[in-house]
């Protein structure tokens, strides 16, 4: 912000009244932010929300607006200035969670699967009572897109946001790994996947934070029905301790290696995925049989990604290898990327 002083404002000028599908579906999300919260009752709150995702999809319209960009943006703004809000939200974006926001949020899947990972090595007797690790991905992927604060009640999901930019994602994998360890005994218990995301929401709702400075009428944790006081409370200084006790030993080598290692996997996935879905739809057209189809799609996805980054003759075809996964197949260097 202090190399770029004008940055901002020149930003918000040029964005200023353009209109295409980020700003529409900004527009749509401005009021699902924080509604409760008073900020954002009133168009001062929502008009700098506006201003500040509008600002970063037109800086970045390869990323553009993406669902979760609102929420944390929302929760930036109570605490920083907007143009302070605005450089958070670019450094969330582009460096701390990269390619979390985009339409096949990839980082966040990335982050997802290194989470099976690390519940596998620290929470073994949960993995073995949920046979299918989905289950994890499944309620696991609004932790990591915002950063818990979709879950928590926001006086205590700001201090998730404050040991996130201390210490990245590896805060939020440790928070994950607390909050498996502290339901293990329910967990256990639960007979269906149902069962235990109501056991865990259950515990969120529960979630408080003595030390808040927001006040007590915005407070959700302090709002929750009497059904729900019945539960145990804990308070999210504690939690966050624990995490830290139990789990800080986790190394963030070790975070980038289960990263590398399972982008791979994920990338390859989505790939199969949208495969299988382009041979379902075009064999509703044609007579050719899903064998027949799946070798054509096999030459045609070859041959387009040889148009766009080797000629005919270039060095490296000659040790193509077609057993290799689409990744390693075609995985080009930084001048072929800069040429293309």
């Not at 900004?26 to 919260?37: G, K, T």
């Not at 201003?51 to 930036?76: D, E, F, H, W």
């Not at 949920?130 to 289950?135: C, E, H, L």
């Not at 928590?152 to 996130?164: G, R, T």
């Amino acid at each position: 912000m202090a190399t770029n002083p004008d940055y901002y404002t020149e930003v918000v000028e040029q964005s200023l009244g353009t209109c295409n599908l980020a700003t529409e579906e900004i527009e749509r999300d401005l009021r699902r932010s924080l509604p409760e919260h008073p900020a954002f009752q009133s168009d001062t709150g929502i008009s700098a929300l506006r201003r500040v995702l509008t600002a970063y999809a037109y800086r970045n319209p390869k990323i553009g607006y993406c669902q979760a960009m609102n929420i944390l943006t929302s929760v930036l703004l109570l605490y920083a200035k907007e143009e302070e809000a605005f450089w958070l939200l670019v450094a969330v974006c582009e460096r701390m969670l990269p390619d979390y926001f985009n339409r096949r949020i990839i980082g966040a899947l990335v982050d997802q699967a290194v989470f099976e990972e690390l519940i596998k090595d620290h929470l073994p007797q949960l993995t073995e009572h949920m046979t299918d690790m989905t289950f994890f991905s499944s309620v696991s992927l609004s932790w990591f897109l915002t950063l818990f604060i979709s879950v928590l009640p926001i006086e205590s999901a700001v201090n998730v946001v404050d040991c996130f930019f201390y210490d990245g994602i590896k805060a939020i994998l440790q928070l994950g790994l607390a909050i498996l360890d502290y339901n293990l005994d329910k967990l256990l218990t639960c007979k269906d996947d149902a069962e235990a995301v109501t056991a865990l929401n259950r515990f969120f709702d529960n979630v408080t934070n003595k030390d808040s400075p927001l006040p007590s009428n915005v407070q959700q944790g302090s709002n929750v029905s009497d059904e729900k006081t019945s539960h145990t409370r804990v308070d999210i200084t504690d939690l966050i301790r624990e995490s830290n006790e139990k789990y800080g030993n986790i190394r963030y080598e070790d975070i980038h290696s289960m990263r590398c290692r399972n982008r791979l996997y994920v990338i390859q996935t989505l790939e199969e995925t949208t495969k299988q879905n382009v041979l379902r739809v075009v064999s509703q057209d044609v007579k050719l049989s899903l064998q027949e189809l799946d070798e054509l799609y096999v030459i045609f996805k070859k041959e387009l990604f040889l148009s766009c980054y080797w000629c005919l003759g270039c060095p490296v075809l000659k040790h193509h290898d077609p057993s290799l996964p689409y990744l390693e197949q075609y995985q080009i260097d930084c001048q072929q990327f800069r040429g293309c």
